[in-house]
Each structure stands twice: as C-alpha cells, then as structure tokens.
C-alpha cells in the first residue's frame, strides 16, 4: 500500500514572500507520477504541478516548484511570490500503476496581505 | 463535455434514505474514481473504473456504497440507508492516462 503525509495542517505567508509545502510519500514502485493540486473553495481540484519519478529534474510552472528528493520520498512544493489568489487547500498525490491517485491530508495555506 | 460534471452540487437528505450521485466524465476517457472529502480532510478513495476492466472497489467504506459505470461513461454511487458520518463531498474524477486527471466540483451531500 502508498501513503502520502503532509506535515503542515495549516500554514501562512506574506504576500509576496515565499513559501515551502512538505509531502513525503511511500510506494514500493519505482515507475509513479507526484502531483500537487489546490483546491480554493469552489471545491475544484485544480492541478498547480506534476512530477514523473524517473526525471531527476525537478518541475516548475513559474512561480510553483518542486524539490523531488527520489531517495528520501520527499515532494516539496515551493510558491514563490505569493499571491491573495493563492490561498486555498494543497494536496499532495501519488499514482500507482494502476492509475489510482492516492492523497495527502492537504495543507491550509493562506495568503495574508 | 469539456469537463467532468457532477450532479447535483448540492444534496441534504434524511437519515435512512438513500441517495445516488452522478458524475458524467470527460468524453474518451478510460478511467473513473470516485473520492469522498470530510470537512477539510483529505480525499478518500472509494472505487475506480478501468474501460471495461472489472472496478476497483476496495476503498467502499460499507456495503451501503455501491457504484456502476453504464456504457464506459456515466457514473452512479448509491448510498443506501444513509447515515449523518456519510456526509462529506463526493468528487468524482476522470482521466485516460497517468497524467491526466481532471476532477469536477463534487456533491456536498448533508444527511440529517
């Protein structure tokens, strides 16, 4: 079985500033997809970045980055400047080879003016 | 559709009775799951749909839950003999590879 752990329930940033989100994961698979979706209040899930685990280059979308520690099953999301639109729920995700997703607790961000 | 489409959004029902939500997924798409989020929880996975692959259901939290897939498309999830612990929102989401998912806006069901 896989798990996926965030350690932050909640956390805050100041506009403008930069902030790390932590994921750690567990799979006994070598071939798997990490994801990081928000989710605003509007209960969409919208996909912010995704990372395939066979690339040791980490993924960006400009202001998201990631830190994919391979070996550590670490999955860190970085925002930076942040921005009011940002304020939402994150979740961390990891397929399996049978495509199902498998989520994290999520993380509250809020984005404080 | 160019989305996932779930209905209804919204569904308050009375203890005992049963309800059944429907999720209406991108055209061409493979796969179907089904996910239940308590009050800002996580998503909990319920069941998976693969083509015509038989469904993965071993995230069903009680054989009150049971779901189909019709023709490779449009998802039902029953809920019989609803209970107060069964509300939550039900998202459903969709993809046709690995990469792709795409969720819609759930069904926020209150039983009361």
């Known amino acids: 079985a896989q798990t996926v752990t965030q350690s932050q329930p909640e956390m805050s940033v100041q506009e403008a500033e930069t902030v790390t989100l932590s994921c750690t994961y567990d799979?006994?698979?070598?071939?798997?997809?990490l994801f990081w979706y928000k989710q605003p209040p509007s209960r969409q899930m919208i996909l912010v970045i995704r990372?395939?685990?066979?690339?040791?280059q980490n993924a960006t979308e400009n202001r998201f980055s990631v830190n994919f520690q391979k070996a550590a099953k670490s999955f860190s999301l970085k925002i930076s400047d942040s921005q009011l639109g940002d304020t939402a729920m994150y979740f961390c995700?990891?397929?399996?080879?049978?495509?199902?997703?498998?989520f994290g607790g999520g993380t509250r961000l809020m984005v404080k003016p | 559709g160019a989305g996932v489409s779930q209905s209804p959004s919204n569904k308050v029902t009375e203890k005992g009775k049963d309800v059944e939500l429907r999720c209406d997924p991108i055209?061409?798409?493979?796969?179907l799951y089904w996910y239940r989020q308590s009050l800002g929880q996580g998503l909990e996975f319920l069941i998976y749909?693969?083509?015509?692959?038989?469904?993965?259901k071993s995230g069903l939290p009680s054989d009150r839950f049971s779901a189909e897939r019709t023709g490779g498309s449009v998802s039902t999830l029953t809920i019989q003999r609803t209970q107060q612990e069964d509300s939550a929102v039900y998202l459903c989401?969709?993809?046709?590879?690995?990469?792709?998912?795409?969720f819609g806006s759930g069904t926020r069901l209150t039983v009361v």
């Open positions: 989401a969709s993809s046709f590879d690995r990469v792709g998912y795409t």
């Open positions: 799979t006994s698979e070598n071939n798997y997809y």
């Open positions: 990372q395939e685990a066979y690339k040791q």
């Open positions: 995700a990891q397929n399996n080879a049978g495509n199902m997703l498998t």
């Open positions: 055209s061409g798409h493979t796969a």
């Open positions: 749909f693969q083509g015509n692959s038989a469904p993965d």
